[in-house]
């Protein structure tokens, strides 16, 4: 499931990422963790 998203984000959203993390001046790998964490946390309050 994490890996399928990590590729979701990659192929779908990783102009956004690298935008984020430009606009943000943090790291694209801790934009890319901290979208994997807010996921699971969605996921979890279902």
Avoid: C, G, T, W
């Amino acid at each position: 499931m994490e890996e399928e998203f990590l590729q979701h984000l990659n192929d779908v959203h990783y102009d956004e990422i690298l935008d984020s993390s430009e606009k943000e001046n943090i790291p694209v790998e801790a934009v890319r963790m901290m979208s994997v964490s807010n996921s699971k946390v969605f996921i979890n309050s279902k």
